[in-house]
Nanobody, 124 residues
Framework: QVQLVESGGGSVQTGGSLKLSCAAS????????MGWFRQAPPKEREFVAG????????YYGDSVKGRFTISRDNDKNTVYLQMNSLKPEDTAIYYC?????????????????WGQGTQVTASS
């Protein structure tokens, strides 16, 4: 059974940084495309970043380009999200997701496995 467990969330001031981690288990991590999404109620869950199986290809949502970096360590079965220059509008619950496919996806319906989420709060 695939399990994804996020960690690293917290509260920071505007302009601060956080690094999220997502530890995966229950499958062949190196064969999964991974993504980070976020949701701030009442908004819908939105794509933040995605990374291919090998880490060679990455994608970012427009609102985080240049500030966030996604990476992965297949030896540790972990994907990361480095978040810099945080803004109040980045405040949300951040979710890790896995997709058993050869392509990175940017929509929630194409990911089959999800973590429980971790809260990120950026305040001025």
């Amino acid at each position: 059974q695939v399990q994804l467990v996020e960690s690293g969330g917290g509260s920071v001031q505007t302009g601060g940084s956080l690094k999220l981690s997502c530890a995966a288990s229950g499958g062949a991590f190196s064969t999964w495309n991974m993504g980070w999404f976020r949701q701030a109620p009442p908004k819908e869950r939105e794509f933040v970043a995605g990374i291919s199986r090998t880490g060679e290809t990455t994608y970012y949502g427009d609102s985080v380009k240049g500030r966030f970096t996604i990476s992965r360590d297949n030896d540790k079965n972990t994907v990361y999200l480095q978040m810099n220059s945080l803004k109040p509008e980045d405040t949300a619950i951040y979710y890790c997701a896995a997709r058993r496919s050869s392509n990175v996806a940017v929509t929630t319906d194409l990911y089959g496995y999800w973590g429980q989420g971790t809260q990120v709060t950026a305040s001025s």
